[in-house]
């Protein structure tokens, strides 16, 4: 959720080369993603916040555990937008 409310990009390598991918392009389905098989992801890039932001995630204890939900959002004032 985080990643997806700031407007990430993966960058995405394997011996043919890197590529960026737009996290809204990243996520294809539960379990699934844009990567080739023969493809790591190499890094994320994140945009400069221009707003609040904020990462919510509720689970039955606080460290080390799957969240039963995670929240994440971000205002971004120049484009009058939020990002969920």
């Known amino acids: ?3 997806l409310a ?3 990009d993966i960058e995405v390598a394997s011996v043919r080369g890197t590529r960026r991918v737009p996290v809204d392009d990243f996520y294809t389905g ?3 993603n844009a990567l080739a098989p023969d493809e790591l992801i190499r890094a ?7 707003g609040p932001q904020q990462f ?3 689970g039955t204890r606080n460290a080390m555990v ?3 939900c995670a929240f994440g959002l971000a205002l971004h004032p ?4 939020l990002r969920t």
């Open 78 to 81: 120049e484009r009058r937008t």
């Open 30 to 32: 539960v379990k699934r």
């Open 1 to 3: 959720p985080a990643l």
């Open 56 to 58: 919510s995630k509720v």
């Open 6 to 8: 700031s407007g990430a």
């Open 66 to 68: 799957i969240a039963v």
């Open 44 to 50: 994320i890039h994140l945009p400069a916040a221009r």
